[in-house]
Protein backbone atom coordinates (compact mmCIF):
# COMPACT_ATOMS: atom_id res chain seq x y z
CA UNK A 1 0.00 0.00 0.00
CA UNK A 2 1.46 3.50 -0.85
CA UNK A 3 1.27 5.67 1.98
CA UNK A 4 3.07 8.72 0.95
CA UNK A 5 4.30 9.86 -2.30
CA UNK A 6 7.00 13.05 -2.58
CA UNK A 7 7.35 14.72 -5.89
CA UNK A 8 11.05 15.23 -6.42
CA UNK A 9 12.69 18.63 -7.71
CA UNK A 10 13.55 16.96 -11.13
CA UNK A 11 11.07 16.90 -13.92
CA UNK A 12 9.66 13.48 -14.69
CA UNK A 13 11.01 12.39 -11.36
CA UNK A 14 8.98 11.05 -8.72
CA UNK A 15 9.20 8.96 -5.45
CA UNK A 16 6.58 6.78 -3.50
CA UNK A 17 6.97 5.52 0.06
CA UNK A 18 5.46 1.73 0.60
CA UNK A 19 4.72 0.26 3.75
CA UNK A 20 5.18 -3.29 4.23
CA UNK A 21 5.85 -5.50 7.40
CA UNK A 22 9.70 -5.53 6.95
CA UNK A 23 9.49 -1.82 7.13
CA UNK A 24 9.05 0.69 4.43
CA UNK A 25 10.19 1.17 1.09
CA UNK A 26 10.89 3.76 -1.24
CA UNK A 27 10.17 3.10 -4.96
CA UNK A 28 11.53 5.80 -7.88
CA UNK A 29 9.65 6.52 -10.99
CA UNK A 30 11.40 8.05 -14.19
CA UNK A 31 8.92 9.36 -17.56
CA UNK A 32 9.55 7.94 -21.22
CA UNK A 33 8.80 10.27 -23.87
CA UNK A 34 5.21 8.08 -24.45
CA UNK A 35 4.22 9.52 -20.98
CA UNK A 36 4.62 5.62 -19.14
CA UNK A 37 5.99 5.60 -16.26
CA UNK A 38 8.39 2.49 -15.09
CA UNK A 39 9.73 1.75 -11.85
CA UNK A 40 13.21 1.41 -10.42
CA UNK A 41 14.31 -1.17 -7.81
CA UNK A 42 12.88 -0.10 -3.92
CA UNK A 43 15.37 1.37 -1.93
CA UNK A 44 15.76 1.52 1.81
CA UNK A 45 15.72 5.83 1.48
CA UNK A 46 14.54 7.87 -0.05
CA UNK A 47 17.56 9.73 -1.20
CA UNK A 48 18.77 6.08 -2.87
CA UNK A 49 15.53 5.63 -4.53
CA UNK A 50 15.75 9.43 -5.98
CA UNK A 51 19.34 8.68 -7.52
CA UNK A 52 18.23 5.88 -9.27
CA UNK A 53 15.21 7.17 -10.62
CA UNK A 54 17.07 10.65 -11.39
CA UNK A 55 19.88 8.36 -13.34
CA UNK A 56 17.44 6.46 -15.77
CA UNK A 57 15.61 9.89 -16.44
CA UNK A 58 19.20 10.86 -17.02
CA UNK A 59 19.98 8.75 -19.87
CA UNK A 60 17.00 9.56 -22.16
CA UNK A 61 16.98 13.39 -21.32
CA UNK A 62 21.07 13.01 -22.45
CA UNK A 63 19.60 11.67 -25.95
CA UNK A 64 20.58 13.45 -28.51
CA UNK A 65 19.54 12.70 -32.16
CA UNK A 66 20.89 13.71 -35.40
CA UNK A 67 17.90 12.86 -37.34
CA UNK A 68 14.80 15.54 -36.59
CA UNK A 69 11.84 12.64 -37.60
CA UNK A 70 14.05 10.02 -34.83
CA UNK A 71 12.10 12.04 -32.02
CA UNK A 72 8.93 10.56 -33.51
CA UNK A 73 10.28 7.43 -35.98
CA UNK A 74 7.94 3.78 -34.67
CA UNK A 75 9.62 0.82 -35.48
CA UNK A 76 7.18 0.03 -38.19
CA UNK A 77 8.62 3.09 -39.92
CA UNK A 78 11.93 2.16 -39.25
CA UNK A 79 11.03 -1.17 -40.92
CA UNK A 80 9.20 -0.07 -44.01
CA UNK A 81 11.44 2.41 -44.89
CA UNK A 82 15.00 1.98 -44.12
CA UNK A 83 15.55 -1.90 -43.05
CA UNK A 84 13.65 -4.30 -45.50
CA UNK A 85 14.72 -1.84 -48.78
CA UNK A 86 18.17 -3.43 -47.69
CA UNK A 87 17.47 -6.98 -48.01
CA UNK A 88 15.69 -6.66 -50.79
CA UNK A 89 18.34 -8.66 -53.01
CA UNK A 90 18.96 -11.58 -50.30
CA UNK A 91 18.60 -14.90 -50.95
CA UNK A 92 14.55 -15.92 -50.89
CA UNK A 93 14.26 -17.98 -47.72
CA UNK A 94 16.44 -14.96 -45.49
CA UNK A 95 13.49 -13.09 -47.01
CA UNK A 96 10.69 -15.20 -45.96
CA UNK A 97 12.56 -16.02 -42.59
CA UNK A 98 12.41 -12.05 -41.90
CA UNK A 99 9.04 -11.75 -42.99
CA UNK A 100 7.84 -14.07 -40.65
CA UNK A 101 9.29 -12.87 -37.57
CA UNK A 102 8.19 -9.22 -38.41
CA UNK A 103 4.59 -10.86 -38.80
CA UNK A 104 2.02 -8.53 -40.24
CA UNK A 105 1.07 -6.32 -37.14
CA UNK A 106 -2.51 -7.31 -36.92
CA UNK A 107 -1.56 -10.08 -33.62
CA UNK A 108 -3.89 -12.23 -36.16
CA UNK A 109 -2.39 -16.20 -37.82
CA UNK A 110 -2.94 -15.93 -41.52
CA UNK A 111 -3.60 -19.81 -41.07
CA UNK A 112 -5.45 -21.11 -38.07
CA UNK A 113 -3.56 -23.24 -35.34
CA UNK A 114 -2.08 -22.76 -32.00
CA UNK A 115 1.33 -22.33 -32.87
CA UNK A 116 0.71 -19.55 -35.75
CA UNK A 117 -1.32 -17.60 -33.35
CA UNK A 118 1.30 -17.89 -30.92
CA UNK A 119 3.59 -16.45 -33.66
CA UNK A 120 1.34 -13.69 -34.49
CA UNK A 121 0.97 -12.62 -30.66
CA UNK A 122 5.12 -12.47 -30.42
CA UNK A 123 5.65 -11.22 -33.92
CA UNK A 124 7.90 -7.81 -34.09
CA UNK A 125 5.80 -5.47 -35.66
CA UNK A 126 2.73 -6.33 -33.76
CA UNK A 127 4.87 -5.74 -30.18
CA UNK A 128 7.15 -2.93 -31.24
CA UNK A 129 5.20 -1.08 -34.28
CA UNK A 130 3.62 1.52 -33.14
CA UNK A 131 6.06 2.52 -30.61
CA UNK A 132 9.09 5.31 -31.86
CA UNK A 133 12.38 3.78 -31.51
CA UNK A 134 13.43 6.16 -28.99
CA UNK A 135 11.01 4.85 -26.47
CA UNK A 136 11.81 1.06 -26.76
CA UNK A 137 14.00 -0.02 -24.06
CA UNK A 138 15.85 -3.14 -22.24
CA UNK A 139 12.34 -3.59 -20.07
CA UNK A 140 10.70 -3.90 -23.32
CA UNK A 141 13.20 -6.39 -25.10
CA UNK A 142 13.20 -8.24 -21.52
CA UNK A 143 9.23 -8.21 -21.63
CA UNK A 144 9.06 -9.40 -25.01
CA UNK A 145 11.69 -12.66 -25.01
CA UNK A 146 9.92 -13.65 -21.29
CA UNK A 147 6.53 -13.73 -22.82
CA UNK A 148 8.50 -16.24 -25.67
CA UNK A 149 9.58 -18.43 -22.90
CA UNK A 150 6.60 -18.76 -21.15
CA UNK A 151 4.90 -19.29 -24.72
CA UNK A 152 7.37 -22.44 -24.68
CA UNK A 153 9.13 -20.99 -28.07
CA UNK A 154 12.57 -23.31 -28.20
CA UNK A 155 15.84 -21.56 -27.83
CA UNK A 156 16.39 -21.35 -31.19
CA UNK A 157 13.30 -19.61 -32.30
CA UNK A 158 13.78 -17.13 -29.58
CA UNK A 159 17.37 -16.28 -30.57
CA UNK A 160 16.28 -15.88 -34.04
CA UNK A 161 13.51 -13.56 -33.26
CA UNK A 162 15.93 -11.55 -31.45
CA UNK A 163 18.66 -11.82 -34.11
CA UNK A 164 16.32 -10.17 -36.84
CA UNK A 165 15.40 -7.21 -33.82
CA UNK A 166 19.14 -6.50 -33.12
CA UNK A 167 19.70 -5.63 -36.57
CA UNK A 168 16.77 -3.49 -36.96
CA UNK A 169 17.37 -1.52 -33.97
CA UNK A 170 21.55 -1.61 -34.65
CA UNK A 171 20.77 0.07 -38.07
CA UNK A 172 19.01 2.77 -36.01
CA UNK A 173 22.13 3.38 -34.24
CA UNK A 174 24.49 3.12 -37.02
CA UNK A 175 22.40 6.19 -38.10
CA UNK A 176 22.52 7.78 -35.18
CA UNK A 177 18.62 7.79 -34.11
CA UNK A 178 19.21 6.19 -31.07
CA UNK A 179 22.41 6.18 -28.92
CA UNK A 180 22.27 2.70 -27.95
CA UNK A 181 21.19 -0.89 -29.07
CA UNK A 182 18.53 -1.89 -26.20
CA UNK A 183 18.84 -5.68 -27.26
CA UNK A 184 22.74 -5.39 -26.02
CA UNK A 185 21.14 -4.77 -22.54
CA UNK A 186 19.09 -7.83 -22.28
CA UNK A 187 20.96 -11.03 -21.68
CA UNK A 188 20.28 -14.30 -23.61
CA UNK A 189 17.77 -16.72 -22.50
CA UNK A 190 19.14 -20.21 -21.09
CA UNK A 191 18.89 -23.10 -23.37
CA UNK A 192 16.81 -25.71 -21.02
CA UNK A 193 18.78 -29.01 -21.37
CA UNK A 194 16.62 -32.05 -22.25
CA UNK A 195 17.24 -35.64 -21.70
CA UNK A 196 17.43 -35.90 -25.66
CA UNK A 197 19.96 -33.43 -26.41
CA UNK A 198 23.00 -35.61 -26.45
CA UNK A 199 21.57 -38.55 -28.02
CA UNK A 200 21.69 -39.88 -31.39
CA UNK A 201 20.17 -43.20 -33.16
CA UNK A 202 21.34 -46.31 -32.66
CA UNK A 203 21.22 -49.20 -34.94
CA UNK A 204 18.50 -50.98 -33.32
CA UNK A 205 16.53 -48.05 -32.97
CA UNK A 206 16.94 -47.07 -36.87
CA UNK A 207 15.94 -51.03 -37.92
CA UNK A 208 12.70 -50.42 -35.85
CA UNK A 209 12.06 -47.13 -37.33
CA UNK A 210 13.07 -48.37 -40.97
CA UNK A 211 10.53 -50.99 -40.93
CA UNK A 212 7.51 -48.74 -40.68
CA UNK A 213 8.36 -46.71 -43.91
CA UNK A 214 6.78 -48.32 -46.79
CA UNK A 215 7.53 -47.13 -50.81
CA UNK A 216 10.45 -47.48 -52.62
CA UNK A 217 11.25 -43.97 -53.03
CA UNK A 218 10.34 -43.24 -49.65
CA UNK A 219 13.18 -45.87 -48.28
CA UNK A 220 15.99 -45.22 -50.88
CA UNK A 221 15.38 -41.60 -49.78
CA UNK A 222 16.00 -42.08 -45.97
CA UNK A 223 18.57 -44.68 -46.51
CA UNK A 224 20.80 -42.34 -49.25
CA UNK A 225 20.36 -39.99 -46.12
CA UNK A 226 21.09 -41.54 -43.68
CA UNK A 227 24.55 -43.09 -45.99
CA UNK A 228 25.65 -39.99 -46.50
CA UNK A 229 24.75 -37.31 -43.96
CA UNK A 230 22.71 -34.81 -46.94
CA UNK A 231 20.32 -32.55 -45.45
CA UNK A 232 17.01 -32.59 -47.07
CA UNK A 233 17.06 -30.50 -49.13
CA UNK A 234 20.76 -31.62 -50.66
CA UNK A 235 18.78 -34.92 -51.19
CA UNK A 236 16.13 -33.92 -52.89
CA UNK A 237 18.20 -32.11 -55.20
CA UNK A 238 20.09 -34.64 -56.36
CA UNK A 239 20.15 -35.16 -60.43
CA UNK A 240 20.77 -38.66 -61.96
CA UNK A 241 24.04 -36.46 -63.34
CA UNK A 242 25.09 -36.31 -59.93
CA UNK A 243 25.88 -40.12 -59.83
CA UNK A 244 29.32 -40.90 -60.39
CA UNK A 245 30.95 -44.48 -60.14
CA UNK A 246 34.12 -46.04 -58.43
CA UNK A 247 37.18 -45.46 -60.57
CA UNK A 248 40.63 -45.87 -60.18
CA UNK A 249 41.46 -42.76 -57.99
CA UNK A 250 37.49 -42.16 -56.16
CA UNK A 251 34.92 -44.36 -55.22
CA UNK A 252 31.39 -44.46 -56.09
CA UNK A 253 30.30 -40.82 -54.84
CA UNK A 254 27.37 -38.47 -56.09
CA UNK A 255 28.25 -34.61 -56.18
CA UNK A 256 25.87 -32.48 -54.17
CA UNK A 257 25.62 -28.97 -56.46
CA UNK A 258 22.25 -27.81 -55.52
CA UNK A 259 19.53 -27.84 -53.12
CA UNK A 260 16.14 -27.32 -52.50
CA UNK A 261 14.54 -24.70 -50.53
CA UNK A 262 11.18 -23.58 -50.09
CA UNK A 263 10.36 -19.87 -49.56
CA UNK A 264 7.10 -19.82 -50.76
CA UNK A 265 5.70 -18.30 -53.64
CA UNK A 266 5.40 -14.62 -51.91
CA UNK A 267 9.32 -14.88 -51.61
CA UNK A 268 10.18 -17.38 -54.45
CA UNK A 269 12.05 -15.69 -57.06
CA UNK A 270 10.57 -18.16 -59.53
CA UNK A 271 6.63 -18.38 -58.85
CA UNK A 272 6.47 -21.60 -57.37
CA UNK A 273 6.86 -22.30 -53.81
CA UNK A 274 10.48 -24.06 -54.20
CA UNK A 275 13.44 -23.02 -55.68
CA UNK A 276 17.03 -24.50 -56.20
CA UNK A 277 20.04 -22.68 -54.63
CA UNK A 278 23.53 -23.90 -54.24
CA UNK A 279 24.24 -26.02 -51.10
CA UNK A 280 24.87 -24.53 -47.78
CA UNK A 281 28.54 -22.74 -47.62
CA UNK A 282 28.02 -22.30 -51.67
CA UNK A 283 30.86 -25.20 -52.14
CA UNK A 284 29.98 -28.13 -54.43
CA UNK A 285 31.14 -31.38 -52.61
CA UNK A 286 31.26 -35.30 -53.46
CA UNK A 287 30.14 -37.28 -50.80
CA UNK A 288 30.96 -41.18 -50.90
CA UNK A 289 28.08 -43.70 -51.21
CA UNK A 290 28.22 -46.99 -49.54
CA UNK A 291 28.41 -49.82 -52.97
CA UNK A 292 24.80 -51.29 -51.95
CA UNK A 293 23.15 -48.25 -51.92
CA UNK A 294 24.91 -46.76 -55.26
CA UNK A 295 23.82 -50.08 -56.57
CA UNK A 296 20.45 -49.70 -55.65
CA UNK A 297 20.29 -45.61 -56.93
CA UNK A 298 21.28 -46.79 -60.15
CA UNK A 299 18.51 -49.20 -60.45
CA UNK A 300 15.93 -46.46 -59.70
CA UNK A 301 17.31 -43.82 -62.05
CA UNK A 302 16.79 -46.77 -64.86
CA UNK A 303 13.71 -48.41 -63.37
CA UNK A 304 11.97 -44.91 -64.09
CA UNK A 305 14.13 -43.59 -66.93
CA UNK A 306 14.98 -40.87 -65.00
CA UNK A 307 16.48 -37.92 -67.41
CA UNK A 308 19.97 -36.16 -66.63
CA UNK A 309 18.67 -32.57 -65.76
CA UNK A 310 15.07 -34.30 -63.91
CA UNK A 311 15.09 -34.63 -60.41
CA UNK A 312 15.65 -38.12 -58.77
CA UNK A 313 12.97 -38.31 -55.85
CA UNK A 314 10.09 -37.08 -57.94
CA UNK A 315 7.28 -35.76 -55.57
CA UNK A 316 4.28 -37.09 -57.81
CA UNK A 317 6.46 -40.80 -57.66
CA UNK A 318 6.42 -40.94 -54.29
CA UNK A 319 2.66 -40.03 -54.06
CA UNK A 320 1.46 -42.61 -56.85
CA UNK A 321 3.45 -44.99 -54.48
CA UNK A 322 1.49 -44.15 -51.50
CA UNK A 323 -1.92 -43.74 -52.95
CA UNK A 324 -1.33 -47.64 -54.81
CA UNK A 325 -0.33 -48.91 -50.74
CA UNK A 326 -4.04 -47.79 -49.88
CA UNK A 327 -5.76 -48.75 -53.38
CA UNK A 328 -3.90 -52.33 -51.38
CA UNK A 329 -4.59 -52.05 -48.14
CA UNK A 330 -7.76 -50.00 -47.86
CA UNK A 331 -8.72 -48.49 -44.64
CA UNK A 332 -11.82 -49.57 -43.05
CA UNK A 333 -15.17 -48.31 -44.56
CA UNK A 334 -15.89 -47.04 -40.47
CA UNK A 335 -13.63 -44.91 -38.28
CA UNK A 336 -13.53 -46.34 -34.75
CA UNK A 337 -15.96 -45.22 -32.21
CA UNK A 338 -14.98 -43.03 -29.66
CA UNK A 339 -13.62 -39.23 -29.53
CA UNK A 340 -10.67 -37.24 -29.78
CA UNK A 341 -9.96 -34.97 -26.77
CA UNK A 342 -6.88 -32.41 -27.25
CA UNK A 343 -5.66 -32.61 -23.78
CA UNK A 344 -4.61 -28.76 -24.48
CA UNK A 345 -7.85 -26.86 -25.11
CA UNK A 346 -10.18 -29.95 -23.98
CA UNK A 347 -12.03 -29.68 -27.76
CA UNK A 348 -13.16 -32.64 -29.00
CA UNK A 349 -13.99 -34.35 -32.50
CA UNK A 350 -15.31 -37.59 -34.58
CA UNK A 351 -12.45 -39.99 -35.79
CA UNK A 352 -12.24 -39.87 -39.63
CA UNK A 353 -12.70 -35.73 -40.34
CA UNK A 354 -10.28 -33.00 -41.67
CA UNK A 355 -11.78 -31.10 -38.45
CA UNK A 356 -10.30 -33.09 -35.71
CA UNK A 357 -7.13 -33.33 -37.52
CA UNK A 358 -7.18 -29.63 -37.07
CA UNK A 359 -7.77 -30.44 -33.28
CA UNK A 360 -4.16 -32.52 -33.00
CA UNK A 361 -5.01 -35.94 -33.86
CA UNK A 362 -2.77 -38.15 -35.95
CA UNK A 363 -4.90 -41.32 -36.47
CA UNK A 364 -5.08 -42.71 -40.28
CA UNK A 365 -8.96 -41.79 -40.32
CA UNK A 366 -8.24 -38.31 -39.51
CA UNK A 367 -5.21 -37.83 -41.83
CA UNK A 368 -6.36 -39.28 -44.73
CA UNK A 369 -9.81 -37.34 -44.47
CA UNK A 370 -7.64 -33.93 -44.40
CA UNK A 371 -5.19 -35.40 -47.24
CA UNK A 372 -9.02 -35.28 -49.11
CA UNK A 373 -10.05 -32.08 -48.24
CA UNK A 374 -6.85 -30.40 -49.15
CA UNK A 375 -7.00 -32.01 -52.49
CA UNK A 376 -10.60 -31.30 -52.37
CA UNK A 377 -9.76 -27.27 -52.03
CA UNK A 378 -7.26 -27.46 -53.89
CA UNK A 379 -9.22 -28.55 -57.17
CA UNK A 380 -11.76 -26.26 -56.42
CA UNK A 381 -9.72 -23.21 -56.19
CA UNK A 382 -7.81 -24.49 -59.36
CA UNK A 383 -4.59 -24.61 -58.10
CA UNK A 384 -4.12 -28.42 -58.70
CA UNK A 385 -4.60 -30.28 -61.77
CA UNK A 386 -4.86 -33.74 -62.47
CA UNK A 387 -2.04 -35.77 -60.47
CA UNK A 388 -1.04 -39.35 -60.57
CA UNK A 389 -2.61 -39.81 -56.94
CA UNK A 390 -5.65 -38.08 -58.19
CA UNK A 391 -7.27 -41.08 -59.41
CA UNK A 392 -6.68 -44.82 -58.30
CA UNK A 393 -4.05 -46.77 -60.62
CA UNK A 394 -3.78 -43.52 -63.11
CA UNK A 395 -0.33 -43.40 -64.61
CA UNK A 396 2.38 -40.75 -65.32
CA UNK A 397 5.05 -40.66 -67.08
CA UNK A 398 7.50 -38.51 -65.18
CA UNK A 399 11.29 -38.98 -66.17
CA UNK A 400 11.69 -35.20 -66.84
CA UNK A 401 9.76 -33.92 -63.50
CA UNK A 402 11.18 -31.66 -61.80
CA UNK A 403 9.17 -31.49 -58.57
CA UNK A 404 10.61 -31.95 -55.23
CA UNK A 405 9.56 -33.27 -52.02
CA UNK A 406 8.10 -31.33 -49.78
CA UNK A 407 10.04 -31.01 -46.69
CA UNK A 408 6.76 -30.70 -44.29
CA UNK A 409 4.70 -32.98 -46.25
CA UNK A 410 7.55 -35.60 -45.79
CA UNK A 411 7.57 -35.24 -42.09
CA UNK A 412 4.23 -34.99 -41.35
CA UNK A 413 3.10 -38.24 -43.92
CA UNK A 414 6.32 -40.41 -43.73
CA UNK A 415 8.71 -39.56 -40.96
CA UNK A 416 6.71 -38.98 -38.25
CA UNK A 417 4.24 -41.85 -38.43
CA UNK A 418 7.06 -43.60 -38.57
CA UNK A 419 8.86 -42.91 -35.49
CA UNK A 420 5.80 -43.23 -33.63
CA UNK A 421 4.96 -46.74 -34.75
CA UNK A 422 8.49 -47.43 -33.62
CA UNK A 423 7.87 -47.11 -30.06
CA UNK A 424 10.78 -45.09 -29.30
CA UNK A 425 10.92 -43.47 -25.84
CA UNK A 426 11.62 -40.05 -27.88
CA UNK A 427 11.33 -38.74 -30.64
CA UNK A 428 14.03 -38.40 -33.08
CA UNK A 429 13.67 -36.07 -36.31
CA UNK A 430 14.82 -36.69 -39.89
CA UNK A 431 17.54 -34.15 -39.41
CA UNK A 432 18.79 -36.79 -36.43
CA UNK A 433 19.95 -38.92 -39.53
CA UNK A 434 22.48 -36.81 -40.34
CA UNK A 435 23.75 -37.01 -36.63
CA UNK A 436 23.70 -40.84 -36.63
CA UNK A 437 26.10 -40.75 -40.08
CA UNK A 438 28.68 -38.50 -38.40
CA UNK A 439 28.04 -40.33 -34.71
CA UNK A 440 28.42 -43.73 -36.75
CA UNK A 441 31.37 -42.81 -38.79
CA UNK A 442 33.59 -41.53 -35.82
CA UNK A 443 32.40 -44.94 -33.46
CA UNK A 444 33.53 -46.92 -36.36
CA UNK A 445 36.56 -45.66 -36.51
CA UNK A 446 36.30 -43.02 -39.22
CA UNK A 447 38.67 -40.12 -38.80
CA UNK A 448 37.28 -36.50 -37.77
CA UNK A 449 39.04 -35.00 -40.92
CA UNK A 450 37.05 -37.57 -43.61
CA UNK A 451 33.58 -36.93 -41.39
CA UNK A 452 34.27 -33.26 -41.87
CA UNK A 453 34.53 -33.81 -45.67
CA UNK A 454 31.55 -35.76 -46.37
CA UNK A 455 29.68 -33.80 -44.11
CA UNK A 456 30.02 -30.12 -45.57
CA UNK A 457 31.35 -28.59 -42.27
CA UNK A 458 34.08 -25.85 -42.42
CA UNK A 459 35.80 -26.48 -39.47
CA UNK A 460 35.92 -29.61 -36.92
CA UNK A 461 34.32 -28.00 -34.23
CA UNK A 462 30.95 -27.97 -36.27
CA UNK A 463 31.88 -31.76 -36.62
CA UNK A 464 31.81 -32.28 -32.61
CA UNK A 465 28.64 -30.64 -32.43
CA UNK A 466 27.12 -33.94 -33.71
CA UNK A 467 29.15 -36.25 -32.30
CA UNK A 468 26.40 -38.15 -29.96
CA UNK A 469 26.83 -41.14 -27.67
CA UNK A 470 25.36 -44.39 -29.16
CA UNK A 471 26.36 -46.32 -25.81
CA UNK A 472 28.29 -46.30 -22.48
CA UNK A 473 31.34 -47.16 -24.03
CA UNK A 474 33.37 -44.06 -23.11
CA UNK A 475 32.09 -44.64 -19.28
CA UNK A 476 33.12 -48.00 -19.41
CA UNK A 477 36.47 -47.22 -20.48
CA UNK A 478 37.00 -44.44 -17.63
CA UNK A 479 36.21 -47.16 -15.09
CA UNK A 480 38.32 -49.25 -16.57
CA UNK A 481 40.68 -46.62 -15.94
CA UNK A 482 40.07 -45.97 -12.63
CA UNK A 483 39.56 -49.32 -11.53
CA UNK A 484 43.57 -50.01 -13.02
CA UNK A 485 44.97 -46.54 -10.81
CA UNK A 486 43.02 -48.73 -7.40
CA UNK A 487 44.56 -51.66 -8.32
CA UNK A 488 48.24 -49.46 -8.24
CA UNK A 489 47.73 -48.00 -5.31
CA UNK A 490 46.61 -51.47 -3.48
CA UNK A 491 49.64 -52.54 -5.16
CA UNK A 492 47.06 -55.84 -6.91
CA UNK A 493 47.78 -56.55 -10.48
CA UNK A 494 46.17 -54.91 -13.22
CA UNK A 495 42.56 -56.08 -13.85
CA UNK A 496 43.15 -55.98 -18.01
CA UNK A 497 46.59 -57.98 -18.45
CA UNK A 498 47.22 -59.44 -15.18
CA UNK A 499 50.69 -57.41 -14.99
CA UNK A 500 51.93 -56.70 -11.09
CA UNK A 501 51.19 -52.74 -10.93
CA UNK A 502 54.79 -52.75 -9.16
CA UNK A 503 56.61 -54.35 -11.91
CA UNK A 504 59.72 -52.58 -12.09
CA UNK A 505 59.24 -49.96 -9.35
CA UNK A 506 61.38 -51.77 -6.38
CA UNK A 507 58.03 -53.34 -4.77
CA UNK A 508 60.53 -54.69 -2.18
CA UNK A 509 61.29 -51.10 -1.14
CA UNK A 510 60.30 -50.31 2.48
CA UNK A 511 59.26 -46.91 1.99
CA UNK A 512 56.83 -48.52 -0.45
CA UNK A 513 55.55 -51.00 1.67
CA UNK A 514 54.90 -48.99 4.46
CA UNK A 515 52.77 -46.42 2.34
CA UNK A 516 50.87 -49.13 0.73
CA UNK A 517 50.38 -50.28 4.74
CA UNK A 518 49.13 -47.15 5.44
CA UNK A 519 46.66 -46.71 2.78
CA UNK A 520 45.00 -50.00 3.43
CA UNK A 521 44.59 -48.27 7.18
CA UNK A 522 42.60 -45.47 5.49
CA UNK A 523 38.75 -45.45 5.42
CA UNK A 524 37.21 -45.36 2.03
CA UNK A 525 36.00 -41.79 1.34
CA UNK A 526 39.34 -40.82 2.61
CA UNK A 527 41.19 -42.72 -0.07
CA UNK A 528 39.15 -41.80 -3.14
CA UNK A 529 39.82 -38.31 -2.17
CA UNK A 530 43.51 -39.23 -2.82
CA UNK A 531 43.38 -40.74 -6.39
CA UNK A 532 41.17 -37.99 -7.22
CA UNK A 533 43.79 -35.73 -6.12
CA UNK A 534 46.29 -38.02 -7.52
CA UNK A 535 44.32 -37.94 -11.50
CA UNK A 536 44.75 -33.93 -11.17
CA UNK A 537 48.17 -33.96 -11.45
CA UNK A 538 48.47 -31.22 -8.76
CA UNK A 539 49.84 -33.13 -5.33
CA UNK A 540 51.50 -35.89 -7.57
CA UNK A 541 55.04 -34.75 -6.37
CA UNK A 542 53.47 -35.61 -2.67
CA UNK A 543 52.87 -38.83 -3.24
CA UNK A 544 55.69 -39.81 -5.79
CA UNK A 545 56.72 -42.65 -3.58
CA UNK A 546 53.81 -44.26 -3.02
CA UNK A 547 53.20 -44.97 -6.63
CA UNK A 548 55.09 -46.52 -9.34
CA UNK A 549 57.98 -44.78 -11.60
CA UNK A 550 56.69 -42.65 -14.18
CA UNK A 551 57.79 -44.77 -17.14
CA UNK A 552 55.34 -47.42 -16.11
CA UNK A 553 52.80 -44.97 -15.83
CA UNK A 554 49.90 -45.92 -18.50
Known sequence: MVRAA?????RGVSVEKRGGPRGAVYVGRYTLPDGRRPSVPSQRSWAAAFEAARAEQDKLTRARFRDPRASHMTFADLVGEHFLPT????????????????????????????????????????????????????????????????????????????????????????????????VDAVREPPKRQTTDADRALTPEEWVLVRARITGETALLFVDLTLDTGLRFGEVSGLRPSD????????PQHVWVRQEVVWPGRAHSDTGEPWQLKEP????????????????????????????PDALIFDYGRIRAERAA?????????????????????????VHGRYTTYNLGCRCPFCRNAYSEYRFWWARQRGRQAASPWAEPGFVEDRSDAVDPIPHQWFNTTVWEPAVRDAGLDWRPTFHDLRH??????????????????DAGHASLRTTEIYVHRLDSRVSDERLAAMAKMYARMRGEPAPDDGTPASAGTGAADPLRQAALALLE??????????????????????????????????
Open 521 to 554: TLPPERLAELIAEGLRGQNAAASVTALPAAGDRS
Open 325 to 349: RRERDPLPTRAPHGRYVNPDTGRSG
Open 436 to 453: AMVTWSLEGGASARAVQG
Open 243 to 250: IVDADGRD
Open 280 to 307: KGRRWRKVAVSPDIHTRLRAYVERYAVT
Open 6 to 10: RRSHA
Open 87 to 182: YAHTSPITRKNIASHLGDGTGRPVRGGGKNARAARHALLFVFGGKPIATIGPQDVRAWQTSMVRAGYGHASILAKRSVLKNILELARANGWIDVNP
